[in-house]
């Protein structure tokens, strides 16, 4: 009996520690699980659509830049990233656009390092093996001399024209001029192609198995290009009969109805001049020289108002006309007034001068460029999101985009403060808006 019940003791002792041990796996890896899922990334492209689920048929919730670091909470099977985008607000966008350490497409990286470890691993045998080893390294020399050959014939590809070279992680070789066009395959970093002419801000190329397809001169290099007749000029605006995107994305068609093809995609607060107007759609031309129709349902007249002197100043912020904070020098607490306009929108000199001025104030005007106008009134743009690509002494011209809204330094929300200063003078800027409703 005693021997019986020791054995009993035993196996409920044991029982017991088992599930102890069941209970803090239980526990534990749901916590290790969301840690590990916690990852950020850095967009690659240079505009990426942050889209409501993971695929090309969810709506377009965002659009961020290239550069921009996001963090990662969870992907997909097919590669797709949930990404943080505010307090409680989510969206999604393609694996194939964002770098994680350094690498485009996470499962391909995940897939390739195993087998590298692989092969350290068999290099650790016997004598008798090493040797062998010797002799694989052999032949993979001479296989490297007759790929380096094969390299040389690959840059023989120039039809006459010049050849480019991949200078990023990968590209795309698209159908046609134009990212709305379907994707032929990737290009991956040193690929060389031939010129056969250039368009815009893209190349027709041909590769050495005789594939031909466009690729955007943003991701390759250009050598030896010789310019050709078929290059098409990107013709640079006047001020009257422009347009501005006022969605975060739109499609560009190629006929003024959404059942004909997409030619094109343009984003939020981009300027473009039309042509013409046919049933509520806009004819424009993008950078890129694709031609088609925008629907007049997305899009806002780029205004412009008369100023006092017989002048003209543009209006600076042409998506946004509210004043959040009205001019107010008898006490002092603001000597502008605030435009109260969404994060990201674009902002442009009301008129043309120089670059004076490019400073970033953390307890004040956040991100600042001040330009001395040509009629002697100093503009003061504040609380911009980043700062501005140009310099001191830049020439600017009035409806040149000088930076986008943002909401740095002393500030509380997304507006642009706007300041006009003559000498010591200060001027409420809505005094040069004698028209301004």
């Not at 942050?50 to 377009?60: D, E, Q, T």
């Not at 990212?179 to 368009?199: D, H, N």
């Not at 984003?267 to 049933?279: A, G, H, L, M, T």
Request: charged share 20%; hydrophobic share 30%.
């Amino acid at each position: 009996m005693r021997c019986i019940n020791k054995a009993a003791s035993r196996i409920a002792a044991i029982t017991a520690i088992l599930m102890v041990i069941a209970m803090g796996n239980y526990s534990f890896s749901p916590m290790v699980s969301y840690a590990a899922s916690q990852r950020k990334g850095i967009v690659a492209a240079n505009a990426l659509n942050v889209r409501s689920g993971p695929g090309l048929n969810y709506s377009i919730r965002d659009v961020i830049d290239h550069g921009d670091t996001v963090v990662i909470v969870e992907t997909n099977k097919n590669g797709w990233h949930k990404i943080k985008l505010g307090k409680d607000q989510y969206g999604w966008v393609s694996g194939d656009y964002i770098s994680i350490d350094g690498k485009i497409g996470t499962t391909k990286a995940i897939a390739s390092t195993p087998s590298k470890k692989t092969t350290t691993t068999k290099k650790t045998t016997t004598t008798k093996k090493s040797t062998t080893t010797k002799k694989t390294t052999k032949k993979t020399t001479k296989k490297t001399t007759t790929t380096t050959k094969a390299k040389s014939k690959v840059s023989s590809v120039d039809l006459g024209n010049g050849i480019i070279r991949v200078t990023g992680s990968y590209t795309n070789l698209r159908k046609a001029k134009g990212s709305g066009y379907s994707v032929i395959r990737k290009l991956y970093k040193k690929t060389e192609a031939g010129i056969i002419e250039k368009s815009g801000s893209w190349y027709k190329v041909k590769l050495a198995d005789g594939t031909v397809g466009w690729v955007s001169c943003q991701y390759v290099q250009a050598i030896g290009y010789k310019a050709s007749v078929s290059s098409t000029p990107v013709k640079t605006p006047s001020d009257s009969g422009k347009i501005i995107i006022a969605q975060s994305s739109v499609n560009v068609r190629s006929s003024n109805s959404t059942d004909s093809k997409l030619v094109a995609t343009v984003r939020r607060n981009e300027v473009y001049k039309y042509s013409e107007v046919k049933d509520g759609w806009y004819k424009i031309v993008t950078p890129s020289g694709d031609s088609g129709y925008v629907s007049g349902r997305y899009v806002s007249k780029f205004k412009k108002y008369a100023v006092n002197g017989g002048g003209k100043y543009i209006w600076p912020t042409q998506t946004a006309t509210r004043i959040s904070n009205h001019f107010n020098p008898v006490e002092g607490r603001h000597k502008g007034i605030d435009i109260a306009a969404p994060g990201g929108s674009q902002i442009i000199a009301v008129a043309s001068g120089v670059v004076v001025a490019k400073r970033y104030n953390p307890d004040g005007c956040g991100h600042l460029i001040v330009i001395e106008q040509n009629d002697g009134v100093r503009a003061y743009y504040a609380h911009m999101k980043k700062a501005s690509f140009l310099e001191k002494g830049a020439k600017v011209k009035a409806g040149d985009t000088i930076g986008i809204v943002g909401t740095t330094g002393r500030s509380t929300g997304n507006h642009l403060h706007l300041e006009f200063r003559k000498g010591d003078e200060r001027i409420d800027p809505l005094n040069y808006y004698p028209n301004f409703d």
